[in-house]
């Protein structure tokens, strides 16, 4: 099945002392480049935040204001692309594959959306696949999306979610890199 990607990575990475997490390197690719790769079979490829050099090219965006959150970067980030599914992932996710990707979308079956959950068995609203449709009627519910949470936007959607695994597991201090 056809999909976009969406790169979410404008977060200001606080927990990491103001290191830019994108840039962050793992044995030896950086944690932006490891996310996509993992979406390299998507139809196109958008990033929120700003530029940064990348293994390969993509279209880039910002929300607007900059630093309005995830939920502004996704809306910002959904004016590219038309495939009917949209894979989201926030750039912190290091450990996610194109086997992840292939299996979110592979997922979906009649559902709004297919997401990992971390290893703690977390939910990542930003490590799924989501149906173009469901996501412009919830940012549509939801109003202005500056400084709203993830999981509100969700709130209405009916998801399926992985097994806990790794792959799901994203980075927001230094010590979730040794676990």
């Known amino acids: 099945m056809d999909f976009d990607a969406v790169v979410v990575a404008g977060g200001g990475s606080t927990r990491l002392g103001g290191v830019d997490k994108a840039l962050v390197v793992l044995d030896g690719v950086t944690f932006l480049d490891r996310v996509l790769r993992a979406v390299n079979a ?27 959150g995830p939920v ?21 996710l290091p450990w996610v594959t194109a086997a992840d990707v292939t299996q979110l979308v592979d997922s979906l079956g009649s559902h709004d959306g297919s997401g990992l959950r971390d290893s703690d068995g977390r939910d990542q609203w930003l490590a799924a696949a989501y149906r173009r449709s469901s996501l412009d009627q919830a940012l549509e519910r939801l109003g202005d999306p500056r400084d709203k949470s993830v999981r509100r936007l969700m709130a209405d959607l009916d998801l399926v979610w992985s097994e806990p695994t790794r792959s799901g597991d994203d980075v927001d201090t230094w010590a979730d890199l040794d676990e």
Do not use: I
């Open 42 to 68: 998507a139809v196109s490829t958008v990033v929120v935040g700003p530029v940064r050099t990348t293994y390969r090219e993509v279209e880039w965006t910002q929300e607007d204001p900059p630093g309005s």
């Open 72 to 92: 502004a970067g996704l809306a910002a980030g959904l004016q590219s692309g038309s495939a009917p599914v949209v894979v989201v992932l926030s750039c912190d």
